[in-house]
């Protein structure tokens, strides 16, 4: 019997469908406006009657190497003809070739990796792996962070959206940030460093398993730590035989101008989870890496922890391509050397409007703050909120064609790696225009 293709439906048909069919993520349901989306190409969507709109945060800072590279495609092809799945306790050349690739690239001793299916399943199971090699049950972990949707990762996660899923995980400790909201610039490492030795001492070293950071912090707020931060984490978990987790599943490949973002500060953590970018999100897939001495640990001992899909083949070939991508078309590099053209233009919008409080970026990876007020500063919104001035920013964007990020007063510029200046001026010239709406309500 013949498959016949279905035509084409027009977005209207699409959104109907999907909000009477599908239930979405992170929404109140009856307020759902999503935009539907038919195709896309490098920096941009398309809409299925046309409209082109530039994605100016890679999605969820994962498509990083564009959307559509047809050598990444191909390989899924291929893979997908040749073999589809097999159970996790076979293996397959994909998996050997990307394990291989992946101890190649990772910083330091850290040279094998467990797959998941994405960022949180990759928390998770970071987790296990620290309490099954320590013996211990305390994990650590800061307030403005997002480690994923999981019930650990939650748990982990110190942000609102932990507030719903609550209790969570037994063994959860908080411990300072860099940053406080509501303040321009950050806790000077020694001050944030010595929060973090202080929660270790009244907890006890010995009943802790791991310290768990994001080594820039993504959803809330393109968080840069100071210089010296990350390296004096590693000295204090060395110094109390702690382990020290980074999540890179959204600053690294290439996110920042260097392949994971820890690189910048010369540190070799104990485990590290990524995702995203490690295919781009063409498939799902996630890895924690750890360093030799954990996986040893392992070699005499069950580790309980498993996934029907891990390693999935054709999701192995797809991350083998688009490593392959970020080396042949220097796309760490362009992200680095793209770092301070996208500086040029956060300053050039502080300058100009006096709504933008605030701008950071490191490589990629950037925010603009919007504020009521530079002295005192004082955020656009209230924390964990929204304001009218942030809702017609979002709007501005949105008829504009603009797809990015907007959490709380900011606004994300995480465009993807392989964007030119004309592109990134083209994204920030509407920025530009939606910041006169922001500017109203300091100048009245």
Known sequence: MAVTTPASMTSEEIVRLSREHTFFSWSVQGQLDPIAIDHAEGVYLYTPEGRRIIDFNSQLMSVNIGHGDRRVIDAITAQATKLQYVQPAFTTEPRARLGAKLAEILPGDMDKVFFTLGGAEAIENAIKLARHYTGRTKVLARYRSYHGATLGAMTLTGDPRRWANEPGLVGVVRYPDTHRWGEKEPRSAAEALAGLEEVIRYEGP??????????????????????????????????????????????????????????????????????????????????????????????????????????????????????????????????????????????????????????????????????????????????????????????????????????NNSIHTNPPLVITEEQLAEGFAVIDAALDIADQAVTG
């Open 206 to 407: 010995h009943t802790i398993a791991a310290v768990f950071l994001e080594t820039i912090v993504g959803t809330n707020g393109i968080l840069i730590p100071p210089d010296g931060y990350i390296q004096g984490v590693r000295e204090i978990c060395d110094r109390y035989d702690i382990l020290m987790v980074a999540d890179e599943v959204m600053a690294g490949f290439g996110r920042t101008g260097r392949m994971f973002a820890i690189d910048h500060w010369e540190t070799v953590p104990d485990l590290m989870t990524m995702a995203k970018g490690l295919t781009s999100s063409y498939l799902p897939l996630g890895a924690v890496a750890m360093r030799r001495k954990i996986a040893d640990a392992f070699e005499t001992k069950m580790y309980y922890g498993g996934l029907t899909y891990s390693s999935h083949a054709v999701s192995c070939a797809a991350a083998l391509a688009t490593i392959a991508v970020y080396e042949s078309d220097g796309l760490v590099e362009h992200a680095a050397a793209m770092g301070p053209v996208m500086r040029r233009h956060h300053e050039e919008l502080y300058r100009k409007h006096p709504s933008v409080g605030a701008v950071r970026n490191l490589g990629l990876f950037g925010i603009l703050d919007l504020v009521r007020s530079r002295e005192p500063f004082t955020p656009m919104t209230p924390f964990n909120g929204t304001s009218d001035e942030m809702k017609a920013v979002g709007k501005y964007l949105r008829e504009h064609g603009l797809y990015t990020m907007i959490a």
